[in-house]
């Protein structure tokens, strides 16, 4: 009987099962199956990536950097960081920074601490160079593996997710563009390109190990496009391997903004993530080259993000409004003019008393994308920025409570800023918020080289195209004024403008060392004397004169001082001079190259919607 029992029950049991299968099997056919990316083997591919550095690192100690394998280890090491780097650097950028980030001492502002290069630019000195003791170079390796250590201990406890993949491979993307190609990352070895090469093929292994799946089964034809064009973009670095003649606009147009197209849609077609706008990108730009691809919201202070367009026509009336100054002589636009490029094509303009000022008037087109202001870097924000101008007593000379009183009861701003803030509210901030929003508009990449990289025309003679395979290779100026923004906000964070020591003359003659010191003034330490910070190139061609204290007159003359290396070249004291080189070597059909190029950076359309 029991045995009876026991046969119903396992006959019953696998009726039930049976129906569940086919009730799940129902389920299946008439609802979409999801799938599910396989992040753990794409974080794998990090981790294994980073602790292989360690143990190369390691390896190289051992050896010692004047063996004869140093150079082949490093190379190695190199190549496994690469890999391990867009999710590494992406979870902790600041210690990514150091162990990829240039050799140059770092001074801690909370502590006034200066602390020696370490990282693997400065392994890269002594591998290449041997130009220092055993001991200062295993220092050099003890803190770089400290730093990878930490790297690699945050790769383990974070998991990789939808926003942290696509948010670190498009930094990696950028990455190539910016540091990878220009020599910023290698710039003595040039392995950049072979890295580059690297790095992309570890883009397409983490695509194939983690969400492939997905986009064969919504666009097949996508992967396949995208597939051939990392195989492409792969081929092509791996044929083209020589630093000086690498076609880097080529690549650019032809191979990295096809492959940037797919992997924009790629995300959107997988549909695990919609991008953030708090980000420096734009996710949804096609490439790093288009008018939107830069976020403003990034740039901008939090207090003052996302403004009305009653806030922005507020602003741009006030920044040609004489009353905001203390004598009603000055305005903004008295030394940045709408019709000279937002800048006044003088070497020094006046003071409200009409005597010089004491230093060169930028650009503000495009000024947005930085993160510090004035020459020497005094203001982090542009809202300190155009306050500090108010307060100084050669310029407005309005203190905070007094420079909007006139402008306050002036019955003709009565309705403005009600309409852009409310009917309580604090006007004399909202002056300046209002005008900061406005310069915040001021922005365009639309020159002929960006018409031109993105493929809408092709109008870039032979020589254009030269000059700007030299700024973007042999001549260096993208280690300093990185591509695409051209400026020393330092991709891909944006997290800082570097500023940089180069020892500018008092005059063309290029005799004397001009006796500002620039940022030394906030520290007064030896490191920052002479030191500015990095402008943009864009609109250089039409903003002459040039260098913080407008000593050159052309261009012509700015190349020949760093073809000659800068003040060091011309035989001034600099020991703290940064720049990555000691001359450049060009010939002058080179510089003339380079200058045609920088013409067409010329984009001031902005102009077109001025105020009088």
């Known amino acids: 009987m029991k045995l009876l029992q026991c046969f119903f029950l396992i006959v019953l049991l696998v009726l039930l099962n049976y129906s569940c299968n086919q009730q799940d099997k129902k389920v299946a056919s008439t609802e979409e199956y999801t799938y599910v990316p396989n992040w753990e083997k794409a974080q794998n591919f990090y981790l294994t990536s980073i ?152 883009l397409q292994y983490v695509y194939n190990s983690s969400i492939r799946a997905i986009i064969l089964k919504e666009n097949k034809a996508l992967d396949t496009s995208f597939q051939q064009n990392i195989d492409k973009a792969i081929q092509f670095l791996e044929a083209n391997d020589d630093f000086e003649t690498f076609d880097r606009y080529t690549f650019l147009r032809e191979y990295m903004n096809p492959l940037t197209r797919d992997w924009v849609s790629i995300r959107k077609t997988s549909g695990l993530w919609e991008g953030i706008d708090s980000s ?19 740039f901008t202070p939090s207090v003052n993000r996302n403004p009305s367009e009653a806030q922005i026509s507020l602003g741009k009336k006030l920044f040609f409004e004489p009353k905001l100054s203390k004598q009603g002589n000055m305005a903004c636009a008295t030394c940045h003019l709408p019709e000279k490029a937002y800048a006044d094509h003088v070497r020094f303009n006046n003071d409200n008393a009409n005597n010089e000022l004491l230093r060169n008037t930028p650009t503000l087109i495009n000024v947005v994308y930085q993160k510090g202001f004035f020459w020497d870097g005094r203001s982090a924000t542009l809202l300190d920025q155009i306050s500090s101008v108010f307060t100084n007593k050669k310029e407005f000379n309005t203190s905070v409570h007094e420079f909007s009183s006139d402008i306050i009861n002036d019955t003709t701003y009565v309705n403005l800023f009600k309409e852009a803030y409310g009917e309580v509210s604090n006007r004399n901030i909202e002056v300046v918020k209002a005008i900061s929003s406005y310069i915040s508009t001021l922005n365009s990449f639309d020159s002929k080289f960006d018409r031109n990289i993105r493929g809408e025309e092709n109008s870039l003679s032979s020589q254009e195209k030269l000059g700007f395979n030299l700024f973007a290779g042999k001549a260096l100026c993208a280690t300093c004024h990185f591509i695409p923004l051209t400026n020393g906000t330092v991709p891909p964070f944006y997290a800082e403008t570097e500023k940089e020591v180069i020892g500018v003359p008092e005059t063309s003659k290029n005799n004397k060392l001009d006796d500002d010191l620039g940022y030394y003034w906030k520290f007064e330490e030896e490191l920052h004397k002479g030191m500015f910070k990095t402008p943009t190139v864009r609109n250089a061609g039409v903003t002459a004169p040039y260098m913080h204290n407008g000593v050159y007159d052309s261009l012509e003359q700015v190349m020949d001082f760093y073809n000659k290396g800068g003040g060091a070249g011309l035989g001034f004291d600099l020991p703290h001079q940064t720049l990555p080189f000691d001359n450049l070597n060009l010939t002058q059909e080179e510089q003339t190259a380079l200058v045609a190029f920088i013409h067409t950076l010329t984009d001031t359309s902005v102009e077109d919607d001025m105020v009088y």
């Open 280 to 298: 420096p990108f734009n996710f949804d730009a096609p490439t790093f080259f288009e008018n939107n691809a830069f976020n403003v919201t990034h």
């Open 51 to 202: 602790e292989h550095s360690i143990a190369l690192l390691d390896q190289l100690k051992e050896k010692g950097f004047q063996s004869d394998s140093a150079v082949f280890v490093f190379k190695k090491l190199r190549q496994e960081f690469k890999k391990a780097e867009p999710y590494a650097s992406y979870l902790n950028p600041e210690v990514g920074h150091r162990v990829n980030g240039p050799a140059l001492p770092i001074f801690k502002e909370d502590n006034f601490k200066t602390l020696a290069p370490v990282g693997l630019q400065k392994i890269e000195e002594s591998v290449f160079e041997k130009n220092e003791s055993q001991q200062e170079f295993d220092k050099e390796v003890y803190v770089t593996r400290g730093l990878m250590d930490n790297l690699r201990k945050n790769i383990i406890k974070r998991e990789l997710n939808p926003q942290r993949f696509f948010m670190s491979t498009h930094q990696q993307l950028l990455r190539i563009i910016s540091l990878g190609i220009t020599g910023f990352d290698t710039p003595i070895s040039h392995y950049g390109l072979q890295e580059s090469m690297i790095s992309l093929q570890g």
